[in-house]
Nanobody
Framework: QVRLVESGGGSVQAGGSLRLSCAAS??????MAWFRQAPGKEREGVAV???????MYRDSVRGRFTISRETATNTLYLQMNSLKPEDSAMYYC?????????????????WGQGTQVTVSS
Protein backbone atom coordinates (compact mmCIF):
# COMPACT_ATOMS: atom_id res chain seq x y z
CA GLN A 1 0.00 0.00 0.00
CA VAL A 2 1.29 3.44 -0.93
CA ARG A 3 2.09 5.77 1.95
CA LEU A 4 2.26 9.53 1.41
CA VAL A 5 4.04 11.88 3.82
CA GLU A 6 3.85 15.65 3.45
CA SER A 7 6.36 18.18 4.73
CA GLY A 8 7.36 21.80 4.23
CA GLY A 9 4.44 23.62 5.79
CA GLY A 10 4.91 26.54 8.15
CA SER A 11 4.05 30.14 8.94
CA VAL A 12 4.91 32.96 6.57
CA GLN A 13 3.85 36.53 5.96
CA ALA A 14 1.76 37.49 2.98
CA GLY A 15 3.86 37.61 -0.15
CA GLY A 16 6.19 34.92 1.07
CA SER A 17 6.90 31.47 -0.34
CA LEU A 18 6.81 27.88 0.80
CA ARG A 19 7.64 24.60 -0.89
CA LEU A 20 5.64 21.56 0.09
CA SER A 21 6.91 18.05 -0.48
CA CYS A 22 5.09 14.73 -0.51
CA ALA A 23 7.21 11.60 -0.29
CA ALA A 24 5.64 8.41 -1.58
CA SER A 25 6.75 5.04 -0.24
CA UNK A 26 6.80 3.58 -3.74
CA UNK A 27 6.68 4.96 -7.25
CA UNK A 28 3.18 6.26 -7.80
CA UNK A 29 2.27 5.86 -11.45
CA UNK A 30 -1.03 7.60 -11.16
CA UNK A 31 -2.33 11.13 -11.01
CA MET A 32 -1.26 13.04 -7.92
CA ALA A 33 -2.66 16.21 -6.48
CA TRP A 34 -2.56 18.74 -3.68
CA PHE A 35 -5.68 19.62 -1.73
CA ARG A 36 -6.29 22.00 1.14
CA GLN A 37 -8.85 22.39 3.85
CA ALA A 38 -9.35 25.40 6.06
CA PRO A 39 -11.33 25.19 9.33
CA GLY A 40 -15.05 25.08 8.64
CA LYS A 41 -14.58 24.72 4.90
CA GLU A 42 -14.72 21.83 2.50
CA ARG A 43 -11.57 20.23 1.13
CA GLU A 44 -10.68 21.79 -2.22
CA GLY A 45 -8.31 20.82 -4.97
CA VAL A 46 -5.33 23.11 -5.47
CA ALA A 47 -3.27 21.51 -8.21
CA VAL A 48 -3.04 18.17 -9.97
CA UNK A 49 -0.41 16.53 -12.17
CA UNK A 50 -0.72 13.38 -14.24
CA UNK A 51 1.84 10.67 -15.04
CA UNK A 52 3.05 12.66 -18.04
CA UNK A 53 3.64 15.80 -16.01
CA UNK A 54 0.65 17.75 -17.23
CA UNK A 55 -0.62 20.13 -14.54
CA MET A 56 -3.89 21.81 -13.77
CA TYR A 57 -4.60 24.47 -11.15
CA ARG A 58 -7.58 25.98 -9.44
CA ASP A 59 -8.12 29.53 -10.64
CA SER A 60 -7.16 31.23 -7.38
CA VAL A 61 -3.61 29.79 -7.36
CA ARG A 62 -2.78 29.73 -11.07
CA GLY A 63 0.35 31.79 -11.70
CA ARG A 64 1.41 31.62 -8.05
CA PHE A 65 1.68 27.87 -7.38
CA THR A 66 3.60 25.25 -9.34
CA ILE A 67 3.10 21.52 -8.99
CA SER A 68 5.82 19.08 -10.04
CA ARG A 69 6.86 15.50 -9.48
CA GLU A 70 10.23 13.81 -9.39
CA THR A 71 10.02 10.14 -10.35
CA ALA A 72 13.60 9.34 -9.26
CA THR A 73 12.72 10.07 -5.63
CA ASN A 74 8.95 9.39 -5.72
CA THR A 75 8.30 12.94 -4.58
CA LEU A 76 5.54 15.41 -5.36
CA TYR A 77 6.13 19.14 -4.84
CA LEU A 78 4.07 22.29 -4.58
CA GLN A 79 5.96 25.56 -4.89
CA MET A 80 3.82 28.34 -3.47
CA ASN A 81 4.76 31.95 -4.16
CA SER A 82 3.03 35.25 -3.41
CA LEU A 83 1.12 33.59 -0.61
CA LYS A 84 -2.06 35.22 0.67
CA PRO A 85 -3.85 34.84 4.01
CA GLU A 86 -6.64 33.00 2.20
CA ASP A 87 -4.11 30.29 1.29
CA SER A 88 -3.93 29.30 4.96
CA ALA A 89 -5.09 25.70 5.39
CA MET A 90 -4.00 22.15 6.01
CA TYR A 91 -2.48 20.91 2.76
CA TYR A 92 -2.78 17.26 1.73
CA CYS A 93 -1.27 15.31 -1.11
CA UNK A 94 -3.25 12.55 -2.71
CA UNK A 95 -2.96 9.90 -5.39
CA UNK A 96 -5.60 8.24 -7.52
CA UNK A 97 -6.42 6.48 -10.77
CA UNK A 98 -7.99 9.45 -12.52
CA UNK A 99 -8.75 9.20 -16.21
CA UNK A 100 -8.63 12.96 -16.66
CA UNK A 101 -7.12 15.77 -14.63
CA UNK A 102 -9.50 16.46 -11.77
CA UNK A 103 -9.50 18.56 -8.62
CA UNK A 104 -12.44 16.63 -7.18
CA UNK A 105 -11.30 14.78 -4.05
CA UNK A 106 -13.70 11.91 -4.67
CA UNK A 107 -11.34 10.46 -7.33
CA UNK A 108 -8.39 10.09 -4.97
CA UNK A 109 -8.10 7.09 -2.69
CA UNK A 110 -4.69 7.54 -1.06
CA TRP A 111 -4.04 10.52 1.20
CA GLY A 112 -1.27 11.87 3.37
CA GLN A 113 -1.74 13.24 6.88
CA GLY A 114 -1.34 16.87 5.87
CA THR A 115 0.96 19.79 6.58
CA GLN A 116 -0.22 23.13 7.95
CA VAL A 117 0.30 26.37 6.04
CA THR A 118 -0.42 29.66 7.80
CA VAL A 119 -0.10 33.01 6.02
CA SER A 120 -0.34 36.16 8.09
CA SER A 121 -1.24 39.58 6.75
Amino acid sequence: QVRLVESGGGSVQAGGSLRLSCAASVYVYVTMAWFRQAPGKEREGVAVIDQDGRPMYRDSVRGRFTISRETATNTLYLQMNSLKPEDSAMYYCAAGFVSALSLDPKWYNTWGQGTQVTVSS
